[in-house]
C-alpha cells in the first residue's frame, strides 16, 4: 500500500511540476517578442507555432501533454477512474501530441492536411479532457467516502466549467449557415480558446489533487 501512494504521488508531483511549466512556457509566449505582437482575442494559441519562437508552444504543449499522462497513470493506480474515463484522457494527451506533430495552417501559404489534422487533434484534445473528468468523477459523486466524493465534485465542475468555455466556439460554428458569418470570425476565437485552455489546465490539477488526496487518505496521512 505504501510503495503504491509513493508511486501515485511521485506521479502527482510530476504532473504538477509538468503542467506549471507549461504555463510559464505559454505565459513567455504571451509577452515576450515576437509572439507578444499577436492578437491575443482573435489568434489562437496555436498560432505561435509559425513564429520564429514556435519550438516554445512546441515545449509546452507536449509539457502539458507529459503532466496530463503521469495523471492519467496516478488516477489508474489510485483505482479512481474507469476504462471510459482512461480512454477519454490519454485522447487528451493523443490529441496535444497531434497539435505539436502537426501545425495549423499557414494561410501565408494555403491550406494543407497537416493542418486539416491539426484543427481535427485540437477538437479531440479540447473534447475529451471535460469527457475524460466528467466519466471519471460521476461514479463518486454519491458515495459515501466523502473524502473521494468532494474532489470528484471538483472535478466535475472543471469538466463542466470546461464544456461551457466550449460552447461559444460550437455556436459560431453551428450558426454560420444562416448568420453567414464564417465560425471563426463569430466570436473572439483566440479569447474563447485561452479562456477554455485555463479551464481545462485547471481541471487536469484538479485530476492530479484527487488522486494524491485519494491515497494520502489510505495510507492515514
Known sequence: MKNRSRAVLALCGLGVLCVLASLILYAWLHLMPPSADLDWARRTISQYALLPNGWIFDAATLSLAAGSLAVVVALRHAGLVRPGAVVALMAWVA????????????????????????????????????????????????????????????????GVLSLLCFAPILWALVSEPWTGVRWWRAIPLGGVERLLGVAEVVTVLLLAWWAARAVRSESGE
Open 95 to 158: 490529441g496535444l501530441v497531434g497539435v505539436v506533430w502537426f501545425e495549423k495552417h499557414n494561410w501565408a501559404v494555403g491550406p494543407s492536411l497537416g493542418g486539416d489534422i491539426h484543427r481535427l487533434a485540437g477538437l479531440v484534445a479540447f473534447l475529451s479532457l471535460p469527457t475524460g473528468a466528467l466519466l471519471a468523477a460521476m461514479p463518486w459523486l454519491r458515495g459515501s467516502n466523502e473524502v473521494r466524493a468532494a474532489p470528484a465534485r471538483s472535478v466535475a465542475l472543471g
